[in-house]
């Protein structure tokens, strides 16, 4: 069974930093790419960054470019999401996704979600 | 960059009752469209992906259909449970692209 958990969530500063990280099991990790899609409250879905299997490739919304790391440790079996410059409309459910596979960027597997709060 | 536009804002429906939801892009996606159900306090499930392949363990109830800029996500008759938000997503440009979903509520 897959399973995607969240953790690193919680409230941060505007103009802080914060690092999310994704356990992920059930699967071999390293075969697959994985991303990250945030909710904001009451809101829709956006995506926010994907990385290749290999960690090599990248690729981030504009919203974030140019705030965010995405990485994984593919001997850990976890995917990382740092973002800096954090801004109020950063506040959202951020869901770690399993990608379907490297020709087919979409999710097919998804966490339950970490919340990050961005206020003073 | 793709827009998706979901049709209608909210259903309100009845359980047993047929469903055609409704996803627009602003330029042709090929077959590289997939749905999602939402549930309150849940996170995001995949039913249909290739627009209309069933994803695993997803009842025959969906179905997919459409291809270039016209899509539909079709529940033959409503469960309980299939009350929720659904959202189609772009796979074939980037960035990557939801709709901005559409409620099924109970009437």
């Known amino acids: 069974e897959v399973q995607l958990l969240e953790s690193g969530a919680g409230l941060a500063q505007p103009g802080g930093s914060l690092r999310l990280s994704c356990a992920a099991s059930g699967f071999t990790f390293s075969n697959y790419p994985m991303g990250w899609v945030r909710q904001a409250p009451g809101k829709g879905l956006e995506w926010v960054s994907v990385i290749n299997a290999a960690g090599s490739g990248t690729n981030y919304a504009d919203s974030v470019k140019g705030r965010s790391t995405v990485s994984r440790d593919n001997s850990r079996g976890t995917l990382y999401l740092q973002m800096s410059a954090l801004r109020a409309e950063d506040s959202a459910v951020y869901y770690c996704?399993?990608?379907?596979?490297?020709?087919?960027?979409?999710?097919?597997?998804w966490g339950q979600g970490t919340l990050v709060t961005v206020s003073s | 960059e793709i827009v998706l536009t979901q049709s209608p804002g909210t259903l309100s429906l009845s359980p047993g009752e047929r469903v055609t939801l409704s996803c627009r892009a602003s330029?042709?996606?090929?077959?590289?469209l997939a749905w999602y159900q939402q549930k309150p306090g849940q996170a995001p499930r995949l039913l249909i992906y290739g627009a209309s392949t069933r994803a695993t363990g997803i009842p025959a109830r969906f179905s997919g259909s459409g291809a270039g800029t016209e899509f539909t996500l079709t529940i033959s008759s409503l469960q309980s449970e299939d009350f929720a938000v659904y959202y189609c997503q772009q796979y074939n440009m980037w960035p990557r692209a939801f709709g901005q979903g559409t409620q099924v509520e109970i009437k």
């Open positions: 330029q042709s996606v090929s077959s590289n």
């Open positions: 996704v399993k990608i379907y596979d490297f020709s087919s960027y979409f999710p097919d597997y």
